[in-house]
């Protein structure tokens, strides 16, 4: 099983859809969709595999469709790390290209603290 983590912006991105959906629809179809994302993360935390890269999209990030949008993720060995989610009626590619960058840093850096928290005895061992 790979080791999932999500990112800041990836977390307030999920609040964001729940609170349209809210908004939008109601509580129960709200909590319907955030389940929905909940049962991706343990899919991909089971079946990494699943991530798919999008030629002319990016050379470093991959992706997982949840009903409306994309999982957009960053994978090292057997870590996944969701870095933000976007509504797939977006144009991806042109955002993508704006938050590359930044996201490949946030990407680096959640890796390198995985691995070090990994290393390093848990508090009360």
């Known amino acids: 099983m790979a080791y999932l983590g999500l990112s800041r912006r990836a977390l307030l991105d999920i609040e964001d859809i729940n609170a349209h959906s809210?908004?939008?629809?109601?509580?129960?179809?709200?909590?319907d969709y955030l389940q929905s994302i909940e049962q991706s993360l343990n899919l991909l935390r089971e079946n990494p595999q699943l991530l798919k890269a999008k030629e002319g999209i990016s050379d470093s990030l991959c992706f997982y469709r949840v009903r409306q949008h994309f999982l957009v993720?960053?994978?090292?060995?057997?870590?996944?790390?969701?870095?933000?989610?976007?509504?797939?009626?977006?144009?991806?590619?042109?955002?993508?290209?704006?938050?590359?960058?930044?996201?490949?840093?946030?990407?680096?850096?959640?890796?390198?603290?995985?691995i070090k928290g990994k290393h390093e005895p848990e508090i009360g061992s």
Not at 22 to 31: F, L, N, S, T, Y
Request: aromatic share 8%; glycine share 4%; proline share 4%.
């Open 22 to 31: 809210i908004e939008k629809w109601g509580h129960r179809v709200a909590a």
């Open 73 to 114: 993720c960053a994978a090292y060995d057997n870590s996944i790390f969701v870095l933000t989610v976007k509504h797939g009626a977006m144009d991806l590619p042109e955002r993508l290209a704006e938050l590359e960058p930044q996201l490949n840093q946030e990407a680096e850096f959640l890796h390198k603290a995985s």
